[in-house]
């Protein structure tokens, strides 16, 4: 969730870390704060709010050291202010923490004990004190803090800088990333490869259990035994990943341009487009002895499960178990060997899915990771991995990510129903065809954003919002409302549209907008009923759908987003941009953050 940095440089480093921290704001931007030696002596700056609140302290206070640490926050213990902001520091030491130290109450309690004030409410302040009274007591700093990990329980990386040591930065992880950056005669720590990026592509990183000691002469790692161990330095592709808005305002707002593109590029990863044939995927299982697939994720990723469950029932005629990762992960969930396991995740750093995913080894389940990052732990750890080439997505709400999740998804429904004998040759070549010309229609559906930001106008009005679907379109009703809500902080709902009589009727009534996916399908002539449902109690119905769709309605609607003639397979891809605009435009209508929104973070390593 939070983002941290180490650099031990060749120069002063407090811009270098402030640019850093400018590619990890994603991650947190509820504080700031960076601490260098100032001839030896351990230097603060910190700042509640957005990163350029630190930005001008440094302006007015220029730093000059050549080593230091940084940090950008999503707060877990504490509220957002200067006071909780890291970096935290004890006499001999700061420390910057991305992670929940799970034992810290009774550390805390231990530590007070032995005449430690703490100043502040966070969890972090433990692991300051803990490595503060080993040094007191004569430890060196690697000594120190190798005694004080023992200690944490959690999931957390940390980096710590020590008073008058110009020349060591000690790094830990334990369930949130952390990798090493090996510049020339400068090295680096980060959350991230892409914080690196501008300085180096010659990354290692930590292994699960790890600790490093970084000096300007290398790295040297031990593993969770305090073992001297060696971690492969490879070659970063993040530096060609620019993380540049652009001539657009948000990110976001470039993201969901990107889609076309994105999607295009996702596809060719899967499919041979000559020959119009799925190209051979690596199965950790042979296919043809799957019971069961288990699809478990969290927040959008969780939605794009959703709708490659409905693709997988109906391709592969597999069952499908899908599950959010918080849930799944303590539920205990009997899994078999024969059971095939697919976690979903952008950024592959998700603590709940990480989690769920070795649950489901452990139970000796084999797994495909669909992750982003192709780094990240998830993406490391999965048995067979199936990329999404979305690039780095920097908006906090999920976009691109998204709709190359679908693209994933869809190959890999495909590819099981073919490996199991349940689709023929012919029925691939015309799903795979159908799949290919989603780029192109999705390029189509963005050129509708003026008539969207015009709804948008009417939508940042509403109270509450609520968004219908059937099939495939019901999962993409769910992210149009999870959009909505985390964008522009309008309560939204999305309900399978056949469910509307069961509860949420009673909710319409004429300052209610009712967004309906209505894609051309077998349930086309359902949905439709539903819309005169809400109609004849007034609800203001803005519909996505083909101008078929609107024909059969015959109702006045309050907006009409006409829809490309999409296949009856793949809409959700096609439509998936629609519903990302509509939140982006009422959010930015309304005067909201549209790339950071409040309370929220883009890599939830916290549980
Ligand atoms: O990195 P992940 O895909 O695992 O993240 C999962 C969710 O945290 C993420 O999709 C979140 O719901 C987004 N803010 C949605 O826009």
Redesign the pocket.
Known sequence: MCGIVGILGAKPVAPDVLKALKRLEYRGYDSAGIATLEKGRLTRLRAEGKLKNLEAKLEATPLSGTIGIGHTRWATHGKPSETNAHPHASPRLAVVHNGIIENFRALREELIARGHQFATETDTEVAAFLVDDELAAGKSPVEAVGAALKRLRGAFALVYLFEGEENLLIGARQGAPLAVGYGDGEMYLGSDALALAPFTERIAYLEEGDWVVVTREGAVFRDAEDRVVKRRIIHSAAGGLLAEKGNYRHFMAKEIHEQPEVVGHTLAHYIDLSALRLRPFAWPVDPAGISRVSII??????MAGLIGKYWIERFARLPVEIDVASEYRYREPPVEARDLAIV???????AD?LASLRYAQAQGAKAIGIV?VPSSS?ARLADAAAPTLAGPEIG????K??TC?LAAIACLAIGLARARGAMSESEERALLGELVAAPGLLAQTLKLEPQIEHIAHRLARARDVLYLGRGPAYPLALEGA??LK?LSYIHAEGYAAGELKHGPIALIDEDMPVVVIAPRDALLEKTVSNMQEVAARGGRIILIGEAHAAEEAALELDGFLPMPEVGANFAPIVYAATVQMLAYHTAVIMGKDADQPRN?A???TVE
């Open positions: 994720a969290c927040g959008t990723a969780y979903i995740s952008q950024s592959g750093e998700t899915t982003n998830i906090v709400a999920s976009t990510a998204f999740q999870l959009k985390e929220l883009k890599s939830v």
